[in-house]
């Protein structure tokens, strides 16, 4: 059950309904989002809502019977819109491109792309300064100087970042230069990251685990949720089965279901979803097809000598095609 | 190694042939099929593919380095297109819907079917006669009773029957009625009945099997292939994963992958892959978008009637939203 | 809900029971085993079962909640002993090795081994005749007269046969020399094979699917029972994953997990399960300490040059150090 | 690569030897842990190991193909044991049990622990106080007060603890109390825990991912290694797969593998590898006799009232007859 406060409720009528609560038998968890206030309820009893409803400080009370409570579509639903500033905004009423190399490497190829972005009216670039490595031995990265870099030559173009954090330590330095803190795969579970990016009001992109149910993507968007943030994007990016004739199985379900389950904006991934290039762009279309809200997309001037792995990376010719068609298959869908 | 033989060959050009191909090591399978006339040779010794090449009686030859063979796009550059007769063709020329019931279950639900199908410009129909069931003491289908009578109405109305075969002891019977066999998930490597199918001059649709290789794939139809029969249609239908929000994974990723792999078209079966009706169009406008030659479609008049499994059939009202939206996303990707 | 039938009851008796069954809206299977005679009911509704266990030609009455009936622990408590005859029983009180090359080449090969199983007082030999291969090239085993020269060698020395069948057409002419029918993990759900091998007296050894639940292990089982054959046996071989490192992921927890679930002897295939032949004496091992009532074990006098797949194959002398460490980790867990 | 050092090698040694490397086109990475200093060389070329073998300052030198390298059997041929001091070894010499609640609750529930422990002569204790939950809203364990508590009783008993540690912050004031950091599944791939364990002098217990490969597991501890702490241990949990019938599937077959590829103690969690109480002994056997040298066992005095999710729990007579069928079974393979 989820209680949103008024925005002026007094401590008195909230302690009320707090007592209220746990009256009938429920633990509260208070939550103070950067719109919002909320009582997120747990519990198991059966009771009539209407007496809590009814209580001075209530704007709005649900019953909710997921296992995620904040982000569900059984809580709230319009969809959640996630304003960018400058015009740039992440919703389902348009598809979000976020285009960009693997890893930032240079300030001649952050010009290069911001370039290709600008001519093509994209918004939003990807790319990564810290780099999760399976091997300790591989490079990590520019850090935080190749972000300050970035975002500069960013800022003056009007456009904005998205790049991956990898640890809380890094989240307030890399604050300030950063537009959407991207969660990815492998710290899909981390919840100490996810509980310190719901301090912070900057919007939160969460990548699927790589065995990572949808059920459980939706309980890490709680997570961040329920610590403060409601500005996230959920990412469908491949799973991992016994396939090996691509590098993922981008799960195209995903899209429609999460949809269906939550609020909050979807976008995909199809560049790791197949990660081979040659078929990223099949994937994207399918993407758009399926309802995707947005796309991440690898491109790089000459994907042979990108600084990692440019598998699944785009060279701009053939990202110039595939947004164009981008453009018609989401047309013929919304109709 | 492939060695396409001249139509006219003497037995005596083909002993040669024979000879020389026993004599580098290779082991020789030969292939009549409804067309032509191949040896297959297996072996790892190298040598110079030209000695044979010049041989008399040999039409083309080529080197093929995938376990499949003859239905491997190293083999053959141009794609199939499989001939139903009176216009119906399945090929990558167009997109070609197969819809219908999941079990056929009366004349009136034949006729109302054909109806629905005529109206929409669709030329196949789907139906299940013989259904694989997991449990023993479920509706097994109406057998070929029923496919006497589904035939006898779609052969007045020019429609084209694609049907489940189960086991070779069906095929002899079930031959005159049917215009594509179809291989379920279940019998993806049942390799006695591929066996059969390959002796027999009907189309086959081979479905995925649920955790079967796109390579799996492709070796079950050079079964098909290499007993005789070049008539094959490949079909992804959702594999087998972890996630349990969705009936099947649908691998969107394997059909870019065969239609690069192989010649032969390459359909895609959302209804199953997803398993969840009202998502049934998303998935189905995604395979549209990722190239797919062909949708195979469950739709029933009314689903929630349906004598076996209607989760996830469309009724007609969504099918035919569907089949507009399909042909706009044909158009956009295709341009 | 299983009624199971009085040895002598009455043509009206029947009648009069399946017409209350049909009464209270049940659907009643007649199933006749080699051993009884049982009503399998599935339907929905509430009802008081002593009205039914009290009417003439009942023996036992028993609602069965799981997905499968006759197959269930909750049908029948006592385990079910398989017996080969000559003194050789396969259930849960002894440990019966099953071991034998991947495929019959010869009958010196048939000899050998057959000389290593007494000196090793094992009783039952597995081999090939038929062998299901991913290519159409592959060697195929080799068939009816490999099995009945194999047949003549092991009778003479009171060895029992299992053997894998294929194809229902296989089924007559294999039976005379066959003493368990191995269904293999690729036709785990051929249910046609299933429903002949129900009609056949002859126990069958049913492998799990490569993507098989344990749930469909005991439901292919069910196809058997519910046609007529009690003597089943069920065989973990491992499932498909994601890792890579071993041919398949062995699934050990569905040694006790099958083992409560049904009444059946529950074997164990650790050559397939790991695939590695330096390792498959450690899975052999965590098999007996899990409680399998068996093992299939491939041996060969020299697995380098055996005619297939010696990958996982043991040597004679590695396979008489793990029958002796089999033996004792056997006595550990028993106590 | 792997250069071991001479302990008291120079810097100007060390200068040609870094010259050496970079000179043949590898990339060197200074390892420092608390025993020993390496480089670890990546490279492509091929080059004369004897010619680096033969410098000053070069104490062993060795070709390392696989993807990880310090934690690999190529480079170091011996078992690593892992001393926690008062007699407490973790190597591959003797199994051992690592037994204990999946919560610390209370003093009470430790001193009964502990005494359960001492009665059966296991020295080390496990337990959370920081828990990594699906849901925010769960309980998330007694934090550190918990643990100094927990760490006060066993101290005065002798026993060792061994907890999962969750977020690099954590680290520092945990370590006082702690004698085996864990890694639990979902930190699996959270490199920046990895690197900040690889500085503390304490073993380090890495849990296998839910859908870690065996050598992703291997590649963590490479992280964990190369930062400079040698004490590791490598533990199987168990990964996700389709199969519902049990909360994970434990893949028995990775402790051999692990034990061939690593010279790291491997243990075994079959409480979460199979997730069901009645079932855990059978596992906890199972990976006896495939060569686990340790166990993770939960066990509560009454898992019916523990704090969290007692659905795997050991009561501790359970666990008492589990340990003696342990010692047994661990006699007869050994021998």
Chains 1, 2, 3, 4 share one sequence.
Not at 25 to 47: D, H, I, M, N, P
Not at 103 to 130: D, F
Not at 259 to 286: C, T
Request: aromatic share 6%.
């Amino acid at each position: 059950m989820i209680i949103q406060l008024k925005p002026g409720l007094t401590e008195k009528e909230k302690s009320a309904l707090l007592e209220a609560v746990a009256h009938i038998g429920y633990k509260a968890s208070e939550v103070q989002t950067q719109f919002r206030q909320y009582l997120v309820c747990v519990g198991k009893t059966e009771f009539d809502i209407r007496r809590l409803g009814t209580m001075p400080g209530v704007d709005d009370i649900h019953r909710v019977s997921d296992p995620y409570k904040l982000v569900s579509r059984k809580w709230r639903v319009e969809d959640t819109a996630i304003d960018l500033g400058d015009g740039v905004v992440v919703d389902r009423q348009r598809l979000s491109i976020m285009a960009g190399p693997c890893s930032i490497e240079s300030e001649e190829q952050v010009e290069k792309t911001v370039e290709h972005l600008l001519k093509n009216g994209i918004r939003i670039m990807r790319g990564g300064v810290y780099k999760p490595r399976s091997s300790p031995y591989s490079f990590r990265g520019l850090g935080l100087e190749g972000l300050k870099m970035w975002s500069a030559i960013a800022k003056r173009n009007g456009i904005k970042i998205i790049t991956e954090v990898m640890h809380t330590e890094q989240i307030e330095a890399m604050e300030p230069y950063v537009d959407i803190f991207q969660v990815g795969a492998r710290n899909a579970q981390n919840f100490n990251l996810l509980d310190a990016l719901g301090e912070v009001d900057k919007p939160v992109l969460l990548k699927r685990g790589m065995s990572g149910t949808i059920e459980e993507l939706l309980q890490a968007a709680e997570y961040v949720f329920s610590n403060g943030n409601e500005k996230i994007i959920l990412c469908e990016r491949g799973i991992r089965t016994f396939e090996t004739a691509s590098r993922n199985t981008f799960d195209i379900n995903a899209i429609p279901i999460l949809k269906e389950k939550s609020h909050l904006p979807v976008v995909a991934d199809p560049s790791h979803g197949i990660g081979v290039r040659r078929f990223v762009a099949d994937i994207a279309l399918a993407c758009v097809a399926a309802g995707a809200d947005g796309l991440l997309l690898e491109v790089h001037e000459t994907p042979e000598k990108a600084a990692s792995d440019g598998q699944q990376t785009l060279n701009f010719q053939e990202a110039e095609r595939l947004y164009r068609k981008v453009e018609a298959v989401r047309k013929a869908v919304v109709g």
